[in-house]
């Protein structure tokens, strides 16, 4: 939930995209069923998230899963503000200029993850290009202090390319979370029109980086599809992953917040999603996620443990 009752209205939330003609998504597919948000266990991270005042991408994306993850009190913390300086067309983030940093915002994320007594917890944020590390910093700091209330936590980052500024991967690298999260989102040739303020192949070198820092440290990316991606531009996506030795790849279906952002181009099958989950299993990545609902945070601390087990079967192999 927005704090800022102005970013409510779509309008004030997107200005840049108001030019935009109105390019409604077609009906969504049978196989796109999400659980309606009503459960006891929704209504308590609700609770919790409120009295705390803390920003959660599940809530900021409009993501579809969060009936099902809230109701198991799995929340996907957003730090840095509710306001993102840059504008992907596929983002339902408010774009604007941000507020200053709370200093109190990494111990109220401690504190909500400790109220919520998370195994396992994810911490994205928004893109700060106005700060002189990008945001590193205060990642560290909410890292820190996860693990001073909840020692037994493990921690996944989901984090910007923090405009490619000086050292702030390895800075956030060093603070040594469990997964470190940097989605590619789509396939080079989409950028322009897809994630017009970043770059591909800086993206690609900040999951490299954030590896050689720490190789025990799990690496993890993902891409919508439904852009207009063809399969064979997955398939490079993919081989460029595993050659920045990227252990994880999730992939599901892009849907478009409103009507002024990017055009859902189509539905991608189950059968689709079966056959990436195959190909990026051949290439040799330690975890594959290709759903329609796959999202990165989708069932994260399950798949962390899962992550876990494999690695150590893969090191326990002869024929490794
Ligand atoms: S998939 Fe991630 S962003 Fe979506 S509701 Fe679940 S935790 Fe939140």
Partial sequence: MTYNPDLLDPAKRHPEKQKNP??????????????????KGYEETRD???KLHL??????????????CWQKKHATFMIMGEVCTRACAFCNVATGKPDALNPFEPAKVAIGVQKMGLKHVVVTSVDRDDLAD???EHFVKTINEIRRLS???????????????AGAVETVARARPDVFNHNL???????PSVRPGA???????LLQDAKAVDPSIFTKSGIMVGLGETKEEVGQVMDDLRAADVDFITIGQYLQPTPKHHPVMDFVTPEQFAEYERMAKNKGFLMVSATPLTRS???AGEDFVKLTAIRKARLNSPAK
Avoid: M, Q
């Fill in 22 to 39: 109105d390019r409604p998504a077609g009906k969504k597919p049978d196989w796109i069923r999400v659980k309606a948000p009503t459960s």
């Fill in 134 to 136: 990008g945001g590193a």
């Fill in 151 to 165: 020692p037994e936590t493990t921690v996944e980052i989901l984090t910007p390319d923090f405009k490619n500024k």
């Fill in 297 to 299: 945070s989708h069932h």
């Fill in 185 to 191: 989102e789509t396939v080079p040739r989409l950028y």
């Fill in 55 to 68: 920003t959660t991408v599940c809530e900021e994306a409009g993501c579809p899963n969060i009936g099902e």
């Fill in 199 to 205: 770059r591909y192949f800086i993206s690609l070198k």
């Fill in 48 to 50: 919790i998230v409120r």
